[in-house]
């Protein structure tokens, strides 16, 4: 966890909120300066303010709403701190709740160098971040969805369904195959949601690739040197990574990601494990979902999977392949090469020569391309 710990003539905390946010200024030694709940709006805000301009750093904690003050923040040349929601929920938990009494603490938190720091996304980037976020929340929609049909099947016992239900000629008479007309209804409004975010995935999807100016082409092209990830996939995973720089090690990283449980220790004794829902779990969900196109692609892979399922179960193999993609991740962007499949199942062997035409190879290729969304290799569900 890092926390802020840089010196300022004054220190603000913001308890934010839609319509109203409590702000408190305090000085070096702690001293109230201001303590005021006002309207959410900009210019309120900025006159409050404004005769502490001079040395003043605002710190809110990572609501869903602090998207518009890191703006103006950055817009005024004014230092902003996001707090982690989870960890400051932690630190400054008492009897006594109030919009007061929160904007004090974060403050004092603040100024006491203990204030937990969260990732500021940065405007530009964000917007499109948000936009594949809710691809994602549309596609889990539609699995649900597909799950759905397979379950009603198999509560009358009919014949297996096929293995995916997307595409064409996938659920021709599908409902037919049932006896009662309510049931039929049932799948028949399933199938039309699955037809319509299936539409509206699909232009989610055109407009990515049309639209998506890529920064970073070099990193963009590395990872979709992994089997099995495509244009979108890619994009998810450059997107919420973005900078490879803000995490010090691999365990960082991985920790990010929600890939490894952190243990909860007590005079020697293991006593538990942490919060399993800190961390970033689109993250989390994309090198997963990466793990299982890999698999789709990989002989050897499916061979390890088969041997680790024997030994740990299905679900623990996969974790363990997300945990280990994740860290060829990390240091692939951190080497800056490509992915090597002979290297990922061999990891503790150091390959004897340089990475030096790999490396060449990716930044050949982004110099020819443009500024706009990179076409894919070819391969499976180069898309995803």
Known sequence: MRFFTQLHRFYCGVDLHTKAMHVCIQDQDGNVLVDRNIATDAR???????????????????TFSWYWLADLCQAHQIPFVLGHALYMRLIHGAKGKNDRIDADKITRLL?????????????????????????????????????????????????????????????????????DASVRQNIAVDL???????????????????????EDPETYLRLQSIPGVGRILG????????????????????????????????????????????????????????????LA????????????????????????????????????????????????WNENRRADKPATRARTTVAASASTGSSSLLPAKGGRRARN
């Not at 309120?44 to 990572?62: H, K, M, N, Q, W």
């Open 297 to 344: 692609c990989s002989e050897r892979g499916r061979k390890w999977k088969q041997r680790h399922i024997q030994k740990h179960g299905r679900g623990k193999a996969m974790s363990v392949l997300a945990a280990k993609l994740g860290r060829t991740v990390y240091h692939m962007l951190r080497k800056r090469e490509v992915f090597e499949e002979d290297r990922f």
């Open 44 to 62: 309120t805000f900025l006159d409050l303010i404004a005769p502490y301009r001079d040395g003043l750093v605002v710190s809110v904690e990572c």
């Open 235 to 294: 994009l998810v995973l450059l997107y919420e990574i973005h900078d490879w720089r803000r995490f010090d090690d691999v365990g960082q990283f991985l920790s990010y990601a929600r890939l490894v449980r952190c243990a909860h220790e007590s005079a020697g004794k293991r006593v538990g494990s942490g919060n399993p829902k800190i961390g970033n779990a689109h993250l989390k969900w994309a090198i997963a979902e990466a793990a299982c196109l890999f």
């Open 192 to 214: 039309r949601l699955i037809d319509y975010l299936s539409g509206l995935i699909h232009q989610m999807e055109e407009y990515l690739i049309r639209t998506v100016k890529v």
């Open 111 to 179: 100024r006491g160098g203990n204030f937990p720091l969260a990732y500021a996304y940065p405007k530009g980037m964000r917007e499109t971040r948000d936009l594949l976020r809710r691809r994602m929340y549309l596609v889990r929609q539609r699995a649900s969805l597909l799950v759905h049909v397979k379950i009603v099947n198999s509560q009358y016992n009919l014949p297996s369904l096929p293995r995916t239900l997307l595409g064409e000629g996938k659920r021709d008479d599908l409902a037919e195959r049932f006896a």
